[in-house]
């Protein structure tokens, strides 16, 4: 009984295994195209690059420009213009004093 058990088990598993046999595709299966086929691989790579060509080019960006401290990057109309509500100095804000006896 526990050998008709054990082969009921494995064809069981084994039947999945074996459906997937040869109409499968395979990792870098070639598959043959059709005259029709590659036609129209053709014509959607020239409509491909047809619209990579009707983007304009942009010149390049640097996002991080204004971060950088070597003043590369530094936008350039920033020294030259100056701002009256900039001018005023204000005194910083005096730290806050700790309320806790834990904190001094």
Do not use: C
Not at 52 to 59: F, G, I
Request: charged share 30%.
């Amino acid at each position: 009984m526990r050998k008709l058990a054990a082969i009921f088990l494995l064809t069981m598993i084994a039947g999945p295994a074996l459906a997937q046999d040869d109409h499968v595709q395979r990792y870098r299966e070639e598959v043959e195209k059709s005259p029709a086929d590659l036609a129209n691989e053709q014509r959607q790579q020239r409509a491909y690059q047809r619209a990579l060509s009707a983007v304009p080019d942009q010149k390049p960006t640097d996002p991080w420009g204004i971060a950088r401290s070597d003043g590369q990057g530094a936008p350039k109309n920033a020294a030259k213009t100056t701002d009256k509500t900039t001018d005023k100095t204000t005194p910083a804000p005096k730290p806050a004093k700790p309320t806790n006896a834990a904190a001094k």
